[in-house]
């Protein structure tokens, strides 16, 4: 079955760390570039951070020092590291996979996960 399927998510403290994890299967997993995306409640989903087949990855301006997003192939996996958590990146987080990459970003998106939530308490 191709999929891809997140987890990870959870409460946590504001200042604090979660790290989010996309399971992907049923597909060549290394020719897909990768992406974070994320929609919090009453919100337009929008891009947390991409990540190409070669390792460059790209960040949103609200993560960026904060979040790092990285692949492992030996496990067809996706991840992202989140540190120094805000009230503000309360959201469900979906993992996607696409077929191309231009401008810096993962596009052609193709497979998405059923989200995972992520709840940073104040």
């Known amino acids: 079955q191709v999929q891809v399927v997140e987890s990870g998510g959870g409460l946590v403290q504001a200042g604090g760390s979660l790290r989010l994890s996309c399971a992907a299967s049923g597909y060549t997993y290394s020719t897909y570039c990768m992406a974070w995306f994320r929609q919090a409640a009453g919100k337009e989903r929008e891009s947390v951070a991409d990540?190409?087949?070669?390792?460059?990855?790209s960040y949103a301006e609200s993560v960026k020092g904060r979040f790092t997003i990285s692949r492992d192939y030996t496990k067809n996996t996706l991840s992202l590291q989140m540190n120094s958590l805000k009230p503000e990146d309360t959201a469900t987080y979906y993992c996607?996979?696409?077929?191309?990459?231009?401008?810096?970003?993962?596009?052609?998106?193709?497979?998405w996960g059923q989200g995972t939530l992520v709840t940073v308490s104040s």
């Open positions: 990540i190409d087949n070669r390792g460059f990855a």
């Open positions: 996607a996979a696409g077929r191309a990459w231009y401008g810096g970003r993962c596009q052609n998106l193709e497979l």
